[in-house]
């Protein structure tokens, strides 16, 4: 099925450990972004890419880092976690259409640092 | 200060009952997206509204966007446990710096009770 496509789904780590999450999407979309989503704050944008090649601090950027490896693929590293990165992270994928940006979401990580 | 206020932050309905739940903006929303989420799920697109006064419905599920398109609220009639979950909206809007972005509610969680 066409969509967006995270790994892993769950994931524990101790403080100080690195990891990359992991995002592809199959639609063609241009635009990739990373989100974490924390009880009583929403969706805050983290980091995101418009294009193949590009990429851009969103709201939340520090600790983490992002590569998009091709138009498919858009990774999310965490170079030494940190409790307060405990969060669920989403990857999204948008395309911007006549009525505005149709977004697609990834099943999401759900990351616990220790 | 957040951009979309989503009101209640939390509901728990018996089966059966009708909701409604709200999505304010200061600004403009110039498209408007419902989502719901499940635990360990991603967010599942419902619908989008664009148009001043324009409302859609999918089962027994129905948003509308108010004439001034600040405020979206999503009616559920004769709600079903299949109904729990976090509904999130998110929106496109101009930002004080003039520029197009995707901003989100913090989230409702609807509890169920058979």
């Known amino acids: 099925n066409a969509g967006v496509t995270q790994t892993p789904k769950f994931q524990v780590l101790k403080t100080g450990q690195s990891m990359t999450l992991q995002c592809a999407q199959d639609?063609?979309?241009?635009?990739m972004y990373w989100y974490r989503q924390d009880p009583g704050m929403g969706l805050r944008l983290i980091y995101y890419?418009?294009?193949?090649?590009t990429t851009d601090k969103g709201e939340v950027p520090n600790g983490y880092n992002v590569s998009r490896l091709n138009k498919r693929e858009f990774s999310l590293r965490l170079e030494s976690a940190a409790p307060s990165q405990t969060s669920v992270y989403f990857c999204?994928?948008?395309?911007?259409?006549?009525w505005g940006y149709g977004y697609t979401f990834g099943s999401g990580t759900r990351l616990t640092v220790v | 200060s957040q951009e979309l206020e989503q009101s209640p932050q939390s509901l728990i309905v018996q089966e059966g009952k009708n909701l409604t739940i709200n999505c304010t903006s200061s600004?403009?929303?110039?498209?408007l997206y419902w989502y719901k989420q499940k635990y360990g799920e991603g967010l599942i697109f419902l619908m989008m509204?664009?148009?001043?006064?324009e409302e859609k419905s999918h089962e027994k599920i129905t948003a509308k966007l108010d004439e001034k398109k600040q405020q979206s609220s999503l009616h559920i009639t004769a709600s079903q446990p299949s109904h729990a979950g976090i509904y999130l909206c998110?929106?496109?809007?101009?930002?004080?710096?003039?520029?197009?972005?995707?901003?989100f509610g913090t989230g409702t969680k609807l509890q169920v009770i058979p």
């Open positions: 509204l664009q148009k001043g006064g």
């Open positions: 999204a994928s948008s395309e911007r259409t006549l």
């Open positions: 890419s418009a294009s193949e090649g």
């Open positions: 998110g929106a496109d809007i101009i930002d004080s710096g003039g520029y197009q972005k995707v901003t």
């Open positions: 600004k403009t929303l110039y498209g």
């Open positions: 639609m063609n979309h241009n635009s």
